[in-house]
Nanobody
Framework: QVQLVESGGGLVQPGGSLRLSCAYSGSIISIRVMGWYRQAPGKQRELVATINTRSDMTDYSDSVKGRFTISKINANKTQTLQMNDLKPEDTARYYC??????????????WGQGTQVTVSS
């Protein structure tokens, strides 16, 4: 069973920083793409950032470019999203997503349960 668990959310003032982490576990052979998405109340889930684990190519939404940085997966099976210069409009629940996860049972995708980020003074 594949599992993704996010951590690192919280309350921060505008201009502050947070680092979100996504730890994965289970019978995983490889993960092709890892990403972060967010969903604010009353809005659709939107892409924040992704990283291709083979090419290290990253992609960011225009709203976070220059402020957020997505990392590679490290030896502890954890991937992070560094968020700087946070704005109130960044307030949302943030979800980790693994795409094209190779397992002994086939290729899957998986979502974490999410972590809340609130930017407010």
């Amino acid at each position: 069973q594949v599992q993704l668990v996010e951590s690192g959310g919280g309350l921060v003032q505008p201009g502050g920083s947070l680092r979100l982490s996504c730890a994965y576990s289970g019978s995983i052979i490889s993960i092709r793409v890892m990403g972060w998405y967010r969903q604010a109340p009353g809005k659709q889930r939107e892409l924040v950032a992704t990283i291709n684990t083979r090419s290290d190519m990253t992609d960011y939404s225009d709203s976070v470019k220059g402020r957020f940085t997505i990392s590679k997966i490290n030896a502890n099976k954890t991937q992070t999203l560094q968020m700087n210069d946070l704005k109130p409009e960044d307030t949302a629940r943030y979800y980790c997503h693994g795409d094209r996860i190779a397992t002994p049972d086939g290729v899957k995708d998986c979502w974490g349960q999410g972590t809340q980020v609130t930017v407010s003074s």
